[in-house]
Structure formats: structure tokens, C-alpha cells
């Protein structure tokens, strides 16, 4: 006789395997011999050391370029995950030419532990970052600065709470509060909740129930706020309890919770918006986000869905007022989009990957949306990585 | 020739010269292998690199394995004797402070962990890796690769016993992980 847990674990391990697709795995290389290294081996980095330093002296002297990002009223650095360090390290970056200018250091847990989660304030100099510890099960969350050269300061842990390690987070842009969401199996059933966490007080505002029907369970995704901090926008799809992991689920709707709540239900604020087209779950991560100024929303989606080899990314715009759309950019290629809303700006977000599929690296910041709403791409020097 | 040793080739043109069928092997199998390495060493990228050794080295011997006949359990067991060696690898790491195991990548920075369904899978999965190994390898090998307890002790190179033994006790402690103990 099969147990409640033997099913479950057959349907886990088949799940988790039916994540690897036979059409992505690497061909078989054969091993390449080992060469001795050569005498002239020095040669190389001389060569590319003169190859910069000749490209610098052109640039020079062709003069200064466009404005710089930071002439625009965009930040000059922001703080990302390095691509590929496990645990998670993060850096500082230039905003004009994407080189790192520095590092975070790494929080201070045992047994290993790395960055989980970076959000910006508004003006990308301060920062909330929480650091997780895979074994112990413990976080903590910190605070630092950057000075004006990128270099970080005033680093601190800022709360002793131990915050969930599996969820998603959204900072305000005033860095008060700290929104989150999580999925959590509570007695056999399913059960999302948003929590609003002041960090200047400690209160917290629990957000639970209210968004279903019988027979689905409400999936929230893409926490954001709009740069006056007024709400906490999330968008939200209505999937099936039961039926096959890539079901139809309803389409996305944005709503609104009042960070000055007490708690209560998720529906107990408003409706910002709602979309038409039915989802599949999990073919775009962070698929809508509010957009810096407040008056619309931003939404990445996949034409067409699930196709694997030219996936084609689009990013649009949509008027919370008139619902008039404008297609901000498109994106055709291997790679993944992602929206990420931090510190009053929406990060556009790109990792090497296949559409319903968790791509294997970090994702990369390979564009901005600002206040004035129009896409900004962002260099990316990988030298640092 | 060094450039051409390292371009990439197909399973098919780099295992051709084998006496037996190898290349067949890889063909049918490759897929399969990996997931079985994914669902030990968690991580694909890891797996794929193990069953590749795997397969590279045997085509490296130009012999026929140990038991013929039995090829694709031979390389079973070779694929779980990699997963192990990444194991003990990630556990000395772990021990000075280099590497923390991650269960389901952390990928972006709003750090979703899964669908929700998965979320339940998760839960699973999670309590499936804190188990020691050798009762998480006859638990993938029986409820994922659907072998049975004589293959299991085959494979491993344990007797049936120990397989039933291992079985019983690793989903004992997931049910009770689980919340779902009597």
C-alpha cells in the first residue's frame, strides 16, 4: 500500500526531474588535452593591458560622450549579486559603465551563509539587504550605505527578527518597510499571505485570505510600491488546487494593500488593474509591476508562449487611468526577462534560460525604468563577475 | 588539434569507436542519468557535469563494463558514485565556510521560490536532503527510477536487507518531516 508521503515523494523527485529537458543539455565534449603552459604565456595580459589602455586614449581624444546616467538623474551605482559566487556575494556597479567599484562584505553568519536579497531606498545610496544562513535557518536583516565613490559604509544588522528565507521582498523606497510574500503549507492547504514589516517600529501587518474560490488558490507575485510609497502593489492569478503543474490560471490582476493597515485581507484594498489574457504560471517571474511614477503598470510578457528556441520578450506599458498600452521594448533570444522593483525605478533583468523554466544563474541587470518611463539599458562589464 | 579537441562534438561522433554500444547508451539514457544525478546533487549544471565524466571516462577505457549485459546499471552506479564524490566535496567545502547548499537555486533578487504547487514539492525535496545519502539514493532510485529492491542492492552494492531497511527508515523521517506521522 502507497503512503500519503511516498506519493507525495514520487511526485516531487518527478517534478523536480521533469524540470531537466533532454533538448537542454550539453552535447558531450571530449576532454581537452592539458597543455603545459608556455613560456610566452605573460604575453596575453601585456597585450590586453595595451588594447585598454589604447582604447582609453582614443576615447579621450575623440572627447566626452552622451551624458552620463547620473547627468540624468539616474543613480550612479547600484548593488547587485555577483553572477555565479554561491553563497551570494554582492557587488557595486557602475550605472554608466557597469564595471564593479566595490564589494559588499559578507554578512556576518556562520556556516556559509550569503546574500539572499538586496532592495534599494529611493537614490540607490542605501540599502537593505537580507543575508540567510541554507543550514542554520537563520537571517538576518542589514542596512548600508554607499559613499559617493560606491564604496559601502555604515553596514548593520538593523532588526532581530528572523525573517523567511523562501519569500518575496519588496522595500519601500523610503526604506521604512519592508513587504514580503510567501506560500506556506499550512495543515494540507496552501496558504499565501503578504506581510508588511516596519522597520523603523517593528510592527507588522499580516495580509491573509480573501482571494479565493473554492477550488483555486490565489499565486501573488511581483511586489511593488510606487515611488511615493502610498501602497503596496502585487499582482495575483487564481490557479487550479489540483490538475497538471502547467494549468491555465486566471489572468493577472494588480491590487493595492495600505501599508498603514493593521493587516487583513488581501482583497482589502483596491484593484489597480486587470489583465485579460489567462496565465500560465510561472512562464514570466515578476510578469507586473507598478511603475515608478504610479500611473501605470509594467508588464513582461512571452510571444509566443513557451517556445523554446526564439522566445521573444516584450515589455509594455499600461495606463492604470485609460489602459492604453505602449510596447516599450522587445527582446528575442535564449535569454529570460525579469522585472525587479527597487529604490523608486523598475530594473529590467535578463539570465540565460528557457521560458517555464528557472534559469541556472543569477539574473543580470541589463536595463532601468525611471520616472520618466522610458527604458534606459544598462552596460555590463563582466569582468568583475 | 588543441582547438579542435576542444570544440563541441555529439555523444554519437565522440563515442563511435566503442566497441559496444555506448553511443546507444548516451542516446537513450543521457536524459534519464542526468535526472537521477539532479535529484542527488540538486543542481543541474553539477549533475550534467557527472554524467558526462561518467560517460567520457568510459569511453576513455574502450572496454566493455564488468558485467554484460548490465551496462546501463553499471553506469547507474558509476553516475552515484560521481554524485557522491560531489557530495563529499560540497561537505568539506561546507566545512570551512565555501559553499551552502542550496535547495532550489535562489535565482533573482525578489527570490521566488517556486510554483505554487512546487511549493508543496519543496517541502519534500527539502526534507529529502537532509537525509543521509544512502537512504536518499535508494529513495530516488525506487520512487524515481522505479527499480526494484534487488536492483537497488545491485546498484549500490548493499543487500536487499539494507535496501528495505533504508527505505522504510528514510520515509519514516520524511513523514514525520512532513507533518504527516502516525
Redesign the interface.
Known amino acids: 500500500m502507497t503512503?500519503?508521503?511516498?506519493e507525495?515523494?514520487?511526485?516531487?523527485?518527478?517534478?523536480?526531474?521533469a524540470?531537466?529537458?533532454?533538448d537542454s543539455?550539453?552535447?558531450?565534449?571530449?576532454?581537452?588535452?592539458r597543455?603545459r603552459a608556455r613560456a610566452w604565456r605573460w604575453l596575453a595580459p601585456l597585450a590586453a593591458a595595451m588594447s585598454v589602455a589604447l582604447v582609453a586614449g582614443l576615447m579621450a581624444a575623440l572627447g566626452p560622450g552622451p551624458p552620463s546616467l547620473a547627468a540624468r538623474g539616474l543613480p550612479r551605482y547600484y548593488v547587485?549579486?555577483a553572477s555565479s559566487t554561491?553563497?551570494?556575494r554582492l557587488q557595486v556597479r557602475s550605472t554608466s559603465t557597469g564595471a564593479v567599484v566595490a564589494s559588499v562584505p559578507d554578512p556576518a553568519l556562520a556556516?556559509?551563509?550569503?546574500w539572499?536579497?538586496?532592495?534599494a531606498q529611493a537614490g540607490f545610496r542605501t540599502y537593505v539587504a537580507l543575508a540567510a544562513?541554507?543550514?542554520c535557518r537563520r537571517s538576518q536583516v542589514y542596512s548600508f550605505h554607499l559613499d559617493r565613490d560606491g564604496r559601502v559604509t555604515n553596514m548593520a544588522v538593523i532588526t532581530d527578527r528572523t525573517m523567511p528565507?523562501?519569500?518575496?521582498?519588496?522595500l519601500s523606497p523610503d526604506g521604512s518597510r519592508l513587504g514580503y510574500s510567501?506560500?506556506?503549507?499550512l495543515k494540507g492547504r496552501?496558504t499565501?499571505r503578504i506581510v508588511i514589516f516596519s522597520l523603523r517600529t517593528g510592527r507588522v501587518a499580516v495580509f491573509r485570505g480573501g482571494l479565493g474560490r473554492r477550488g483555486f488558490?490565489p499565486?501573488v507575485?511581483?511586489?511593488s510600491w510606487p515611488r511615493n510609497g502610498k501602497y503596496l502593489a502585487f499582482a495575483v492569478t487564481l490557479?487550479p488546487r489540483s490538475g497538471p503543474?502547467r494549468s491555465t490560471c486566471s489572468p493577472w490582476t494588480v491590487r493595492s494593500l495600505n501599508p498603514a493597515a493593521h493587516g487583513g485581507s488581501l482583497a482589502s484594498g483596491s484593484v489597480l488593474l486587470t489583465t485579460h489574457a489567462p496565465v500560465v504560471?510561472?512562464q514570466v517571474?515578476?510578469p507586473l509591476v507598478i511603475n515608478p511614477a504610479g500611473t501605470g503598470a509594467l508588464r513582461m510578457s512571452v510571444q509566443p508562449p513557451r517556445s523554446t528556441a526564439n522566445q521573444t520578450f516584450r515589455l509594455t506599458s499600461i495606463s492604470l487611468t485609460t489602459g492604453e498600452r505602449t510596447v516599450l521594448r522587445t527582446w528575442v533570444g535564449p535569454d529570460i526577462e525579469?522585472l525587479?522593483a527597487?529604490g523608486g525605478v523598475v530594473?529590467v533583468?535578463s539570465?540565460p534560460g528557457r521560458v517555464g523554466q528557472?534559469?541556472?544563474?543569477?539574473?543580470r541587470v541589463i536595463g532601468l525604468i525611471g520616472r520618466s518611463g522610458k527604458y534606459q539599458p544598462l552596460p555590463l562589464d563582466r569582468a568583475g563577475d | 588539434m588543441g582547438g579542435a579537441a576542444e570544440a563541441p562534438v555529439t555523444g554519437d561522433r565522440v563515442l563511435a569507436a566503442d566497441a559496444y554500444d555506448l553511443a546507444g547508451l548516451f542516446r537513450q539514457h543521457h536524459a534519464d542519468l542526468v535526472r537521477l544525478a539532479v535529484l542527488i546533487v540538486r543542481d543541474q549544471p553539477t549533475a550534467e557535469d557527472v554524467v558526462q565524466d561518467v560517460f567520457a571516462r568510459l569511453h576513455a577505457k574502450h572496454g566493455r563494463p564488468a558485467l554484460p549485459g548490465k551496462e546501463l546499471a553499471y553506469i547507474r552506479a558509476c553516475v552515484l558514485n560521481g554524485c557522491r564524490s560531489v557530495l563529499r566535496r560540497r561537505a568539506v567545502a561546507r566545512r570551512v565556510g565555501r559553499y551552502r547548499d542550496v535547495i532550489g537555486e535562489p535565482v533573482s533578487p525578489s527570490a521566488e521560490a517556486e510554483t505554487i504547487r512546487a511549493e508543496s514539492r519543496q517541502q519534500v525535496l527539502a526534507a529529502l536532503a537532509v537525509l543521509p545519502a544512502r537512504r536518499r539514493e535508494v529513495l530516488v532510485l525506487r520512487y524515481f527510477a522505479g527499480l526494484t529492491e534487488a536492483e537497488i542492492a545491485a546498484t549500490l552494492g548493499i543487500s536487499i536487507g539494507a535496501v528495505k531497511s533504508a527505505a522504510a527508515r528514510g520515509i519514516a523521517t520524511l513523514a514525520h518531516a512532513l507533518g504527516e506521522g502516525s
Do not use: K, Q
Open positions: 503512503t500519503r508521503t511516498e507525495r515523494l514520487a511526485d516531487a523527485l518527478a517534478a523536480r526531474a524540470a531537466v529537458r533532454a543539455l550539453r552535447p558531450l565534449r571530449a576532454r581537452p588535452e597543455r547587485w549579486y554561491v553563497p551570494a556556516s556559509g551563509g550569503g539572499e536579497w538586496v532592495g544562513c541554507g543550514h528565507v523562501s519569500a518575496v521582498y519588496s510567501m506560500t506556506t503549507v496552501l499565501t488558490v499565486v507575485r511581483s511586489l490557479c503543474p504560471i510561472n517571474i515578476n525579469a525587479y527597487t530594473l533583468l539570465a528557472f534559469p541556472s544563474h543569477r539574473f
